[in-house]
């Protein structure tokens, strides 16, 4: 299975993927392209060191998000890409990469949804003042963050917690769930 991983941040996620790759508890698994919004995010480095073909693009540079998402789309067929993961990936996907990977197309988010949808997901969860947050791996739909769930992953959120140390639980949770969705999906999907 040939995968493209869409990000715009740090790539810790990214990371994940392919170190899961290598230690072989993914399986039969090739990220053929990393396509990101942020042409300076840290998560291209982390690609390039790795020799994976990037692909990015500022969207303020089109007229709207059809144009821009064939552009992408274009990457993804000449690249034989059959399937999508959104790690970190801040935007909404449009029509024309919805149709094109109907079905196809995973985000991991860091909360237990359908609660703290959208931007700073562990942010809200303090706020609130819930004792369990979590990880949750999706389907993506034309929503935000509220595609069918797949997976999740429950953290619990400590009387003296501080958002440093959620944040490190939450990722050290993503980590391990996103690769292991990633390996159920490609044993169970034939391209
Ligand atoms: C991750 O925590 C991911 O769950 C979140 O962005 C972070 C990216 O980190 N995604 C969302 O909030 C999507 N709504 P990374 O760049 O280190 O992988």
């Known amino acids: 299975m040939k995968i493209a991983v869409f990000a715009s941040g740090t790539g810790s996620n990214f990371a994940a ?26 998560v291209i480095q982390k690609a390039r060191d790795e020799r994976i073909p990037v692909f990015t693009f500022k969207a303020n540079d089109f007229p709207n998000k059809q144009v821009y998402e064939e552009e992408i789309l274009n990457e993804l067929t000449q690249r034989e ?35 703290f949808t959208g931007k700073d997901a562990i942010g809200q969860a303090l706020d609130c003042g819930v004792k369990v947050t979590g990880v949750t791996v999706h389907y993506v739909d034309e929503g935000m963050d509220t595609g069918p769930i797949i997976d999740q992953r429950a953290v619990t959120i400590d009387p003296d917690e501080t958002r440093e140390t959620l944040i490190k639980k939450i990722q050290e949770q993503e980590h391990r769930l996103l690769p292991e969705v990633i390996q159920n999906l490609a044993s169970r999907l034939t391209f």
């Open 81 to 115: 890409v059959d399937f999508i993961v959104l790690a970190g990936y801040m935007r909404l996907l449009g029509p024309v990469l919805l149709q094109a990977y109907d079905g196809k197309i995973i985000n991991v988010h860091p909360s237990l949804l359908p609660a």
């Open 17 to 42: 993927i392919l170190e899961s790759i290598q230690s072989k508890k993914i399986m039969n698994v090739e990220v053929v392209l990393l396509v990101s919004d942020r042409p300076k995010a840290l």
